[in-house]
């Protein structure tokens, strides 16, 4: 019980003294908790829609609700980078923080369905961004200075497999002997020209020359050459064949990424081009 006549002093609230611009964290301030608290939400409303069946109308709401919850982590990510007066330099150090705002709704589009690997990304920023705001950036300064090499190390295939397969299916869906027969067809004098002089120079078709109206025999030569190439490209077996060859070459690139000799040839600068 307080004595007669003196005032007891109301609680104080917590006081920030960080220096401006600084990453919130460990948790100060009212606005701290509520950032921490939203930072946790995010990591487990992206786990449960990712990892679990989940109907279409609690996906949807999810999703709305993703996209506020990343507006605010943006406003006071631009509140924190005008305020440290660090300038362009702000968000590269915290680019973590940029990516985690990616919304579940973009990373979940079909411009990215090919790319399996992105909501489990996008997980683990959000995660560094919870350990963030409940133990300071000091934690996920740490884990990206001391397991970049082995986090890029153990993501590097899989990423590259994902990114050319998607390279691959769209190569497939192409008709090049369509676009082959194309280019012959715009630079159809250049090549008439070329094929007419190979003749003239070849040891056994030069011989043609002794023989009457030699210049329109090369000439029919020529067309024939051009007409059965054309004709050729036209045949749905030879664009088969192409499929085929497109389908073998990436049969090979996904099995030697990531082999020894993968791995040798990054080294050796002469063939790696370096």
Request: proline share 5%.
């Amino acid at each position: 019980m307080s004595s007669p006549g003196i005032a007891t002093a109301p609680p104080q609230p917590a006081h920030d003294d960080r220096e401006p611009g600084t990453a919130a964290g460990p948790p100060v301030t009212h606005v701290d908790w509520l950032m921490l608290a939203l930072a946790v939400v995010s990591v487990a409303a992206v786990v449960w829609v990712s990892f679990w069946d989940v109907s279409q109308v609690w996906y949807d709401r999810v999703v709305v609700a993703d996209y506020i919850v990343c507006g605010i982590f943006a406003i006071e990510f631009l509140v924190r980078w005008l305020r440290s007066g660090l300038g362009w330099m702000f968000p590269l150090l915290y680019w973590y923080e940029l990516l985690g705002m990616i919304p579940l709704g973009l990373a979940a589009s079909p411009a990215f369905r090919g790319f399996r690997l992105l909501r489990i990304v996008l997980i683990l920023l959000r995660l560094m961004r919870a350990a963030d705001r409940a133990f300071g950036d000091r934690v996920s300064a740490y884990v990206v200075g001391r397991f970049s090499g082995a986090i890029v190390n153990a993501i590097r295939k899989p990423i590259t497999v994902a990114v050319l397969d998607e390279v691959i299916a769209v190569i497939q869906t192409g008709n090049y002997t369509r676009h082959i027969s194309s280019a012959i067809e715009e630079n159809r004098a250049e090549i008439d020209t070329l094929i007419i002089d190979l003749i003239r120079q070849d040891q056994a078709t030069g011989k043609l020359r002794y023989l009457p109206f030699h210049d329109d025999v090369v000439r029919l030569v020529a067309d024939t050459v051009l007409r059965l190439v054309d004709e050729g490209l036209a045949d749905p077996r030879v664009h088969e064949i192409i499929s085929d060859a497109i389908r073998e070459s990436a049969k090979e690139l996904r099995e030697n990424i990531g082999t020894d000799q993968h791995a040798a040839v990054k080294l050796d600068q002469e063939r790696f081009g370096k």
